[in-house]
C-alpha cells in the first residue's frame, strides 16, 4: 500500500479506533481525600456556613434564601367538591351532523366527537337550529333544546340521573337496563 492510501485508511472512522478527542475526558474529582488532591479538607466548600453544611437546602422548591416564601405568604383558598358532576354539553346544532329519523345516544355522541373524555352525564342546550327529526337520549335537555328537538318532529329523551357515573371512560359499563 502506498503512504497515501494508509492515511486515507486511518481517516475513515472504525468503531475500534473511535477515540474522544483529546482535553475531552477528565479524570473524576476525589473529593476530601488529602491536601495534595487539591480538594482535600473541606471538598472546595469553602469555610463554614450553609453552603458548606449538607443538605444546605437551597435546592427546596420555592426557597427565597430564607425569606418566607410565597407559597407561605400567600392564604389558601377554595377547596374541590369530591360529589362535583361533569357534565358534557353540546347544543342542538351540533346534532345537525345525523341523519333524519337516527336515535342519538350517548355512544354515537361520543363515536361522532361531540363529546370526549369522562362525564357523567350529557345535556343538550338550545344553541342553534335543528331541521330533520331525531329521537335524542341525553341526561338533560334545556327548555330551548326540547322546543326544537319536538318542533323539528324529534323526541328528547331524558335518561336516568347521571348520580351513577355509567360513562366514565371508554370501557365503562352501559346504564342497566329496566
Given at each position: 500500500?502506498?503512504?497515501?492510501?494508509?492515511?486515507?485508511?486511518?481517516?475513515?472512522?472504525?468503531?475500534?479506533?473511535?477515540?474522544?478527542p483529546a482535553g475531552a475526558v477528565h479524570r473524576k474529582?476525589?473529593?476530601?481525600?488529602?491536601?495534595?488532591?487539591?480538594?482535600?479538607?473541606?471538598?472546595?466548600?469553602?469555610?463554614?456556613?450553609?453552603?458548606?453544611?449538607?443538605?444546605?437546602?437551597?435546592?427546596?422548591?420555592?426557597?427565597?434564601?430564607?425569606?418566607?416564601?410565597?407559597?407561605?405568604?400567600?392564604?389558601?383558598?377554595?377547596?374541590?367538591?369530591?360529589?362535583s358532576k361533569k357534565i358534557a354539553t353540546l347544543n342542538?346544532?351540533?346534532?345537525?351532523?345525523?341523519?333524519?329519523?337516527?336515535?342519538?345516544?350517548?355512544?354515537?355522541?361520543?363515536?361522532?366527537?361531540?363529546?370526549?373524555?369522562?362525564?357523567?352525564?350529557?345535556?343538550?342546550?338550545?344553541?342553534?337550529?335543528?331541521?330533520?327529526?331525531?329521537?335524542?337520549?341525553?341526561?338533560?335537555?334545556?327548555?330551548?333544546?326540547?322546543?326544537?328537538?319536538?318542533?323539528?318532529?324529534?323526541?328528547?329523551?331524558?335518561?336516568?340521573?347521571?348520580?351513577?357515573?355509567?360513562?366514565?371512560?371508554?370501557?365503562?359499563?352501559?346504564?342497566?337496563?329496566?
Amino acid at each position: 500500500m502506498s503512504e497515501e492510501s494508509t492515511e486515507q485508511a486511518n481517516d475513515v472512522p472504525i468503531l475500534s479506533r473511535l477515540r474522544p478527542p483529546a482535553g475531552a475526558v477528565h479524570r473524576k474529582k476525589r473529593k476530601g481525600r488529602g491536601p495534595g488532591s487539591g480538594l482535600g479538607k473541606t471538598s472546595g466548600k469553602g469555610q463554614k456556613g450553609q453552603k458548606a453544611r449538607s443538605p444546605g437546602n437551597f435546592q427546596k422548591l420555592g426557597f427565597e434564601g430564607g425569606q418566607t416564601a410565597l407559597q407561605r405568604r400567600l392564604p389558601k383558598f377554595g377547596f374541590h367538591n369530591p360529589f362535583s358532576k361533569k357534565i358534557a354539553t353540546l347544543n342542538v346544532s351540533d346534532l345537525g351532523r345525523f341523519d333524519a329519523g337516527t336515535t342519538v345516544t350517548v355512544d354515537s355522541l361520543r363515536e361522532a366527537g361531540l363529546v370526549r373524555g369522562r362525564f357523567d352525564g350529557v345535556k343538550v342546550l338550545g344553541t342553534g337550529e335543528i331541521d330533520r327529526a331525531l329521537t335524542v337520549q341525553a341526561h338533560a335537555f334545556s327548555k330551548g333544546a326540547i322546543e326544537k328537538i319536538e318542533k323539528a318532529g324529534g323526541k328528547a329523551v331524558a335518561l336516568e340521573d347521571p348520580s351513577r357515573t355509567y360513562y366514565r371512560g371508554k370501557n365503562a359499563a352501559a346504564p342497566p337496563t329496566k
